[in-house]
């Protein structure tokens, strides 16, 4: 069992920076991949960003690759966004996700963890 929690989300203008973070816990949590994803108002949710267990693979979603940085830090059971150069379209709540599958994916309902997420506004 993983318990997941958010937080660093708020309301930030067009071109600024949000870090979020995601505590995580269990002992096992470096068996997890981990996964950002966000769900806008009126939307599906979609990933943002995944990172294996031991923090070598990342992948990103086209739109903000090159703006969003994903890691993990084990030793401290954390997950963290860092979020650069945030657009309106940014604007969603975000979710901190375990999957504790061999197969790292992006797909939301492989993973098992979720967080209550965490409101992410950006201003034009």
Not at 2 to 15: C, D, P, R, Y
Request: proline share 1%; glycine share 10%.
């Amino acid at each position: 069992q993983v318990q997941l929690v958010e937080s660093g989300g708020g309301l930030v203008q067009a071109g600024g920076s949000l870090r979020l973070s995601c505590a995580a816990s269990g002992r096992t949590f470096s068996t997890y991949h981990m996964g950002w994803f966000r769900q806008a108002s009126g939307k599906e949710r979609e990933f943002v960003a995944i990172i294996s267990t031991s923090g070598v693979r990342k992948y990103y979603a086209d739109s903000v690759k090159g703006r969003f940085t994903i890691s993990r830090d084990n030793a401290e059971n954390m997950v963290y966004l860092q979020m650069n150069s945030l657009k309106p379209e940014d604007t969603a709540v975000y979710y901190c996700a375990a999957d504790g599958d061999l197969v790292l994916t992006s797909e939301a309902l492989k993973y098992d963890y979720w967080g209550q997420g965490t409101q992410v506004t950006v201003s034009s």
